[in-house]
């Protein structure tokens, strides 16, 4: 269910900004916002309230039963709190100043960070960066419905920022009967190519979603990657079957936490059917290899709602003349090309070639020029 | 449920033959005979009866509404009507006159045959093998429950013929939660491994599950075909997530009613994955290539019960580099190493070397031998 602001909600609360109350949102915030706007965090209506926050927490669940993982918040510093009453209406605002959009304040409530840090990341290390920063926002929570300015959110990738709903029309245009997803902030590599299209091989077409929001220093930043799809996608793959699209919200990094929403937000995206491959949203080594595809287990097929497609490691294997996994091949270590993150980035930064049968030439070459280019300084 | 005469049974009945009436079953009757004992044709415990032969042929479904899609009869001639009686208990023998089971005849009755070739076959074509064989057969049924003779079946392949019991208990000390069955009566060329890796990819575990029983002539006879199944599986699989065993069968060549047919049957052995690729027991062009596919549709999954896996044409790339489907790549047809069954045959016969894109080398070697020491000539 969308909910926006009406174009003359929108120019009267521009007009009366200067006398509302105010809140400047983060990238995070705003990522929230627009999709709790469009429909994609359904059956969330605003940020969280209390009970829902604390049911997230403690039982994967909203306090209306359905599943969910991650809280969806809005802070304040403990010191603002006496700024805001329940029943009032705040302008949610950019750093700019921009009218992004608006909450009915229903409740204020104290979060539990060091609980919320517990249950969703796994961890208090504050090396963690869902925990530094979880760590670096407000005490007080405000939750409440909201209506976001339809036209407040970032034109990148304007043409590829499908909501819900356009996805929806376009799957039903098609005649697409299940359609899997495929979430990624990374480039992809032949390893995940042959994910896709494994599952493209049992499902009638693969919605490439690309985590476009905040991600952490180190990842290979979106633009780069959206050029990386365009070439892999209009090379590789059959344009009638496979779409790519901007899944506008914030890496969490909370590994099967994130897993589970990861997969109920492209439920409602209309999505049939969602890839879940090793260490999915992790970061370092605060996960298991395999928790983000076991906490599945912990659920219903039915309260998830979306078939969720679980892979072992990829890669190219010499004597399979093959992709493949450690499930489908059985030969050894020495027969397989394996190259890890670092490795990779050492190799582009040194201007050197990845292996056509680890990654793309066209995508190869993005991704050295964009690693030579930035003097391979990760921002 | 397995239906076995016990050894005083089996002393008993032998020892009375030569009074007993008895009926000479043929290797399509005496295949049956051994799935109906084994469980594979479970919930049928014996040969039909009149309300499930005419069910199967009206609804694709048993009397008591199970679906099943082929009948699973015993005839006889109509001039030989008044040899058996119902009430009776009749001894079931092969052609050299050992004991292979009894059948407690609860009745005789007429078929229709061209309607049965009409509803199974599609066809009144004499050409189409399984119409053939259906004409060749008597007019006449028998009817009833069923004990088989456990030693009484072919001891070819002894240790892969696994029951569905034997395949039940190996899958549960596996711990195997997910199973995909893949049937074939052609050797594994490149295109059909890659089909079952992709569908292993989802699942635990894989079951090569080859016909074994009567093909027509021209097929390839199943002891050349596990030759070539276990040069396959010990090159190329791995040994812990997939199985081979032989699955008795007769072929019927029935197209669509058979693809439900094989489904079903391998639900019985405990599997919960099904491949069904393009013209599944087909035979010339009786069939459409979907129509195996998309008669699952008729059915819903709950009375299916075990999940179809469906695919699209398969090839090796050369612009890919990789094994893909016509869903999958989008290059033409040039890019695409593509033989027709014929085209293989004739190198084969002619001692050449088939591409290790299309068959692995030591299949083919297997192939070759066979079909250049045979001169080429099918039986």
């Given amino acids: 269910m969308e909910a926006y602001l009406t174009p003359e909600e929108v120019r009267c609360y521009t007009r009366g900004l200067p006398e509302m109350k105010r809140l400047v949102l983060d990238p995070v915030e705003l990522s929230d916002l627009e999709l709790l706007a469009n429909g994609a965090f359904s059956p969330l209506q605003g940020f969280m309230r209390s009970k829902d926050y604390f049911s997230v927490l403690e039982n994967d669940r909203l306090a209306a039963g359905w599943v969910w993982t991650i809280p969806i918040t809005l802070s304040i ?107 990624t902030r990374n480039p992809i590599h032949r ?13 009638d077409a693969l919605l490439i979603h690309p985590l476009v929001g905040f991600t952490k220093p180190g990842d290979v930043p979106s633009d780069v990657r959206m050029a ?40 409602n995206y209309g999505c049939t059917h969602f890839i879940v491959g090793r260490d999915h949203a992790g970061v370092g080594h605060y996960y298991g290899t395999y928790d983000a595809q076991n906490i599945f287990d912990n659920f219903s097929a039915e309260e998830i709602g979306i078939t969720i497609l679980k892979f072992e490691n990829t890669f190219y294997c010499k ?22 993150g670092t490795k990779v980035r050492e190799m582009l930064q040194a201007g050197q070639d990845l292996p056509e049968e680890f990654t793309r030439p066209e995508v190869a070459r993005i991704l050295k020029a964009y690693y030579t280019e930035t003097a391979g300084v990760c921002p």
Same sequence: chains 1, 2.
Avoid at 331 to 340: I, K, Q, V
């Fill in 319 to 340: 004597r399979c003349g093959n992709m493949a996994s450690a499930k489908t091949c059985p030969h050894g270590a020495e027969d397989r090309l394996l190259l890890s």
């Fill in 228 to 267: 990386c799809y365009r070439e892999i996608i209009a090379g590789y793959f059959p344009a009638d079957r496979v779409i790519l699209a901007a899944f506008p919200a914030a890496m969490r990094y909370a590994g099967p936490k994130e897993a589970v929403f990861h997969a109920i937000v492209r439920k």
């Fill in 191 to 203: 390893a995940h190519e042959y994910l896709q299209k494994v599952a493209l091989e049992i499902v």
């Fill in 77 to 183: 510093p403990v010191e603002m709190c006496g700024n805001y009453r329940e029943g009032e209406t705040v302008a949610l605002v950019s750093a700019d100043g921009g009218l992004k959009g608006i909450l009915y304040v229903e409740e204020i409530y104290h979060r539990n960070r060091e609980r919320e840090a517990l249950q969703v990341y796994g961890t208090l290390d504050r090396k963690h960066p869902g925990v530094r920063y979880l760590m670096s926002k407000g005490e007080v929570l405000l939750g409440g419905k909201i209506k976001a300015a339809a036209d407040g959110f970032s034109r990148e990738f304007a043409e590829y920022r499908l909501s819900p709903r356009e996805l929806r029309r376009i799957f039903a245009e098609k005649g697409w009967k299940s359609v899997v997803a495929f979430q």
